[in-house]
């Protein structure tokens, strides 16, 4: 008879460094989920929405399923570099290049192989972030964790800096004591630092403010009145778990596959800007960064540009004036109002004459009524 020792000690060895087991109901949070989608903070994340009612029940996901085991892995790995002053800030989960889904996935698979030698019969299911599952909940169901009011789930001894994944299966396994207690006290710095003001209250995220959502998820302009909060950050974003304490004293992992690919960790917003297509496939093929596609990363890129008060930034926003993409045109035009001078003032009026679109056409124009 497999057990969640023999579960937990098949995870172990596939590489996982948190594992716990929670059964198979509706997750507490259901209803609270279905009031973030109501009230309209999942922005434009209609993969959500389209699949809500198979929140309530993980047997929407696998049939005849009994239990989960929900699995972390720890990604923290070197400390942050500061940028250069046209570079800019990616977010820690992407350093190394590797696409998370694709590790988990290959170890869930692993998992999956061993408890099915284990005991022949059994099925399973692995799920990583795509699946309608509210991950965190189960993790917290299952031990590994509370929420944070940062929505972050953590761990007294790992932070939050670890990715979730859960495998789903038909054996009923003795579940893991729900982690009742919650360790933010009175402590509110996740949420006074955010620089883009997303959290509604403690616990409740508007991803339609969050940098994270804004530069790897969103499609067209980004906001004009969150670009500057943009800062430095030109994927993802990672500052309301830098200020949590709790992260403060988490291990490293001694894995070296999350430790940063030197081209990545800092990125250098100025190259950036000035990628062809192709130069950004072979650049970014199979890792995080390309979820954006070129368009979205080099418009963050602009606004950060824009952000650094580096007029060595303007020569290379001028000509960006000219990409094939509209919304890195309209970006572009946004930083050299920001940025200012005669140069910048000279390139937009320029563009200003052959631009044909009307979006790009009111960026110039707002930026040109700020010179
Ligand atoms: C959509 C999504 C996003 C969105 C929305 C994030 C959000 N906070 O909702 C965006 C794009 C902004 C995002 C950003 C990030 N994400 Co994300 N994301 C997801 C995804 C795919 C779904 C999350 C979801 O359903 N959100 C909806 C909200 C309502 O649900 P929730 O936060 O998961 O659960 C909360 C509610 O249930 C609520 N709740 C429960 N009961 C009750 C009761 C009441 C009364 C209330 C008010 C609330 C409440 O509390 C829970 C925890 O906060 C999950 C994977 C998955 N399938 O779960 C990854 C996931 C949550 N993301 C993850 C990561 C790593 C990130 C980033 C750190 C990436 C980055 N550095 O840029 C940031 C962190 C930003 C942040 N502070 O959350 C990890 C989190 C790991 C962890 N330790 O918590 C996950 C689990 C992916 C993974 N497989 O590892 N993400
Ligand atoms: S990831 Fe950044 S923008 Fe998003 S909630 Fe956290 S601090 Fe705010
Ligand atoms: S910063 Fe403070 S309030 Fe925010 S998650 Fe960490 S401990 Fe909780």
Known sequence: MLTSADIKAAARQAGFDLVGIAPAVTPTGFHAFLQWLRDGYAGGMEYLSRREEAYAHPGAIMDGVRSLVLLGINYRSAEPTAPAETGGRVSRYAWSGTDYHDLLRGRLKQLAVDVEQAAPGTRTRGVVDTAPLLERDFARLAGLGWFGKNTMLLNKQR?????????????DLEPDPTHFAAHCGTCTRCLDACPTDAFVEPYVLDARRCISYLTIEHKGPIP???????????????????????????????????????????????????????AFRARFRHTPLSRPKRAGLLRNAAIVLGNSGSQSAVPIL????????????????????????????????????????PEVGDEIALSLEKL
């Open 318 to 357: 001028a000509t960006a004036l000219a990409d094939d993409e509209p919304q890195v045109r309209g970006a572009s035009a946004w930083a050299l109002g920001r940025l200012g001078g005669a140069e910048a003032r000279e390139a937009l009026i320029a563009r200003r004459v052959v631009e044909s679109d």
């Open 159 to 171: 932070g939050s800096w670890f990715f979730l994944a859960a495998l789903l299966t038909d054996v």
């Open 224 to 278: 004009r009145e969150l670009r500057e909060g943009v800062g430095q950050w030109l994927f993802g974003c990672d500052v309301c778990q830098e200020v949590c304490p709790w992260n403060r004293k988490a291990p490293p992992t001694s894995d070296p596959l999350f430790y940063p690919r030197p081209d990545l960790e800092p990125l250098d917003a100025a190259g950036l800007l000035q990628l062809s297509p192709e």
